[in-house]
């Protein structure tokens, strides 16, 4: 049994990634708790995902902030409040400052909607569909001072397929996304994730599969 991990989830959109996390620890597969959950969105769905689940919220709207630092300083001091552990992006469209990192170093992870280091920032899918990639998938990270290149924990892969929108494959790695998160901040709360460099080690190692993927395949 393991103690479970104090979460801050930090949201800024309609809270799918946070509603999956809501659920893993509900069910009991994810020993972990959410200690509070804070927008910079004073419309995010994620507060009524929040609230529904008897989580408490906090609404700190970036925009009454002349500085970017001193906003990161607002939702640290809130953080350190609920006395959280781990911080977890959850569609969180902000860009933190080193200031934030410092006070929880390696304990502030994301989702990126690609297979990082292909196609960081914004729309990924269109870039990913423009690029003519045949594969995409999404990535959970520990944050660090650059815009999603922090060491990669897990990651999911899903194929590109010849008539996908960016709006059917966004859709197709939000499934992913609402299974491998979870998972990296269960493997977090084990204590079976260390950081060396830029790899992140994962012990005792889980098992992986060593088939190849191929698209299109390689026989018809």
């Given at each position: 049994?393991f103690?479970?991990?104090?979460?801050?989830?930090?949201?800024?959109g309609?809270?799918?990634?946070?509603?999956?996390?809501?659920?893993?620890?509900q069910?009991?597969?994810?020993?972990?708790?959410?200690?509070?959950?804070?927008?910079?969105?004073p419309?995010?769905?994620?507060?009524?995902?929040a609230?529904?689940?008897?989580?408490?919220?906090?609404?700190?709207?970036?925009?009454?902030?002349?500085?970017?630092?001193?906003?990161?300083?607002?939702?640290?001091?809130?953080?350190q409040?609920?006395?959280?552990?781990?911080?977890?992006?959850?569609?969180?469209?902000?860009?933190?400052?080193?200031?934030?990192?410092?006070?929880?170093?390696?304990?502030?992870?994301?989702?990126?909607?690609?297979l990082?280091?292909?196609?960081?920032g914004?729309?990924?899918?269109?870039?990913?569909?423009?690029y003519?990639?045949?594969?995409?998938?999404?990535?959970?990270h520990?944050?660090?001072?650059?815009?999603?290149?922090?060491?990669?924990?897990?990651?999911?892969?899903?194929?590109?397929?010849?008539?996908?929108?960016?709006?059917?494959?966004?859709?197709?790695?939000?499934?992913?996304?609402?299974?491998?998160?979870?998972?990296?901040?269960?493997?977090?709360?084990?204590?079976?994730?260390?950081?060396?460099?830029?790899?992140?080690?994962?012990?005792?190692?889980?098992?992986?599969?060593?088939?190849a993927?191929?698209?299109?395949?390689?026989?018809?």
């Amino acid at each position: 049994m393991f103690k479970r991990i104090r979460l801050g989830v930090l949201a800024s959109g309609g809270g799918t990634n946070l509603q999956a996390i809501i659920d893993h620890c509900q069910a009991g597969s994810l020993a972990a708790e959410i200690a509070v959950v804070i927008t910079n969105n004073p419309g995010a769905g994620a507060l009524e995902r929040a609230a529904k689940a008897g989580i408490p919220t906090l609404c700190i709207n970036h925009r009454e902030f002349a500085r970017r630092e001193d906003f990161d300083s607002a939702v640290v001091g809130a953080l350190q409040e609920a006395h959280v552990e781990l911080v977890v992006l959850a569609g969180f469209m902000r860009i933190i400052t080193p200031a934030f990192i410092e006070v929880f170093p390696e304990r502030v992870i994301n989702i990126h909607p690609a297979l990082l280091p292909s196609f960081p920032g914004m729309h990924v899918q269109q870039q990913a569909i423009d690029y003519g990639a045949r594969f995409s998938g999404c990535t959970v990270h520990f944050v660090d001072g650059g815009v999603d290149t922090g060491p990669i924990i897990i990651q999911a892969v899903v194929p590109v397929l010849p008539e996908d929108t960016a709006d059917t494959l966004a859709a197709r790695i939000l499934e992913q996304e609402h299974l491998i998160y979870p998972r990296a901040i269960q493997l977090i709360a084990e204590g079976r994730v260390r950081v060396e460099g830029r790899r992140v080690i994962i012990r005792p190692a889980c098992p992986a599969d060593p088939t190849a993927l191929v698209n299109p395949a390689a026989e018809d």
